[in-house]
C-alpha cells in the first residue's frame, strides 16, 4: 500500500467511523427509517451523476434485479437497523459489535455460497464471537428497556452485510464499482422513499440533527463509497479490508472527543480480542505452529 493509499485509508475509518456519531446526534430527530433516507436519498444524487453514459445506464438497467437486493440488504436494512441501535448505544459500542462483520460473510460464504473455511478461521471465528459475549456480557437483557434487543438489531446489520458482500462477489463482479455504488444507493432511495415519507416526524427537525444527517449522507456514504471503491481498484480488497478493523477505534476516538462516552476495561478487552478474533478469520494474521501454519492438514 502506497503512502497515499495509507492515507485515505485511514480517511476512509475516520469517516465510518464519524457515521456511528452522525447516527447517534441525528436519529432521535429523525428516527431511523427517515434518517437512512436523507442518508440514501442526498447520496444518490451525489453519486448518480458517476452514471450518466449510456453504457453506464445500460448495465444499470440491466441488472436492476440484482442492484435494488444489493441496495436492501446492504444499505436499506443493515443502516436502517444500525440506526435503530443507536438509540440506544454507545457509538463506540455499536462499532465494535459492526467489526464481526467478516465473520458472519464467512459464516454466510460457506454456508450458501460454497466457500471453503481454513482450519484456523475457526479459531477466529469463535474469537470473535466470544469478545462479542465480553462487550456486551452484562448488556444482554431483553427486558423492556433494555439494550439486548439494540445488541441484536447490529448483529442482524453484520448479517446483512455478510450476506451482500457473498451475493455481490457471487452475482455482480462483473460491474464496474460506480454501477455498484451508485446504482445500488439510487435503489436503497427509490425502496426507502415511501416508509420513509410515511414515518417522517411530525415536529419540526432541529438545525443539530440537520447537519448531522447531511454530513453522513456527503461524508460517510458518498465520499466513503468514493474512497473505499478507489483503494480497491489501487490496494487491492485485501489491504482495504483492514478498515474493519481501524473504524471501530476511530468511532471509540470520536465518541470519547464529541459525545464523551467512556473506555472501559471492558470495552478495551472486548475489542481486543474480537479484532484479533476477526483477523485470524479473515486470514490478515495468520498463526503457525513449528514448520508449518495451523491450518496445513
Not at 204 to 230: K, Q, V
Amino acid at each position: 500500500m502506497s503512502p497515499a493509499d495509507s492515507l485515505r485509508l485511514l480517511l476512509l475509518s475516520s469517516l465510518w467511523g464519524l457515521s456511528f456519531i452522525f447516527m447517534r446526534v441525528a436519529v432521535p430527530e429523525f428516527g431511523p427509517v427517515p434518517l437512512i433516507l436523507v442518508r440514501m436519498g442526498v447520496g444518490a444524487l451525489l453519486l448518480v451523476p458517476l452514471l450518466l453514459s449510456l453504457r453506464y445506464l445500460r448495465l444499470v438497467w440491466q441488472n436492476k434485479g440484482g442492484l435494488l437486493l444489493l441496495g436492501l440488504v446492504n444499505h436499506v436494512l443493515p443502516f436502517s437497523l444500525l440506526a435503530l441501535a443507536t438509540t440506544r448505544l454507545e457509538a463506540g459500542f455499536t462499532s465494535l459489535i459492526n467489526a464481526t462483520t467478516p465473520i458472519f460473510t464467512a459464516l454466510l460464504g460457506a454456508l450458501c455460497f460454497a466457500t471453503p473455511i481454513q482450519r484456523q478461521q475457526y479459531l477466529g471465528l469463535a474469537l470473535a464471537f466470544f469478545g462479542v459475549y465480553v462487550l456486551s456480557a452484562d448488556r444482554l437483557d431483553f427486558a423492556l428497556g433494555g439494550d439486548g434487543w439494540f445488541i441484536l438489531a447490529v448483529l442482524g446489520a453484520t448479517f446483512c452485510y455478510g450476506l451482500a458482500s457473498n451475493y455481490s462477489k457471487a452475482y455482480l463482479a462483473h460491474l464496474p464499482v460506480r454501477v455498484l455504488a451508485a446504482g445500488s444507493s439510487a435503489m436503497s432511495a427509490l425502496l426507502l422513499l415511501l416508509p420513509g415519507l410515511w414515518l417522517w416526524p411530525t415536529e419540526p427537525i432541529g438545525g443539530l440533527a440537520w447537519a448531522n444527517g447531511l454530513a453522513l449522507a456527503a461524508f460517510s456514504t458518498t465520499g466513503a463509497f468514493l474512497l473505499y471503491f478507489g483503494l480497491i481498484a489501487s490496494a487491492g480488497a485485501t489491504a482495504t479490508s483492514t478498515v474493519t478493523f481501524l473504524v471501530p477505534v476511530s468511532a471509540l476516538l470520536w465518541g470519547y472527543l464529541l459525545l464523551g462516552e467512556r473506555l472501559g476495561l471492558q470495552i478495551l478487552v472486548g475489542m481486543a480480542i474480537t479484532l484479533v478474533g476477526t483477523a485470524i478469520a479473515t486470514g490478515l494474521l495468520r498463526l503457525r505452529r513449528p514448520g508449518r501454519d495451523l491450518d496445513c492438514p
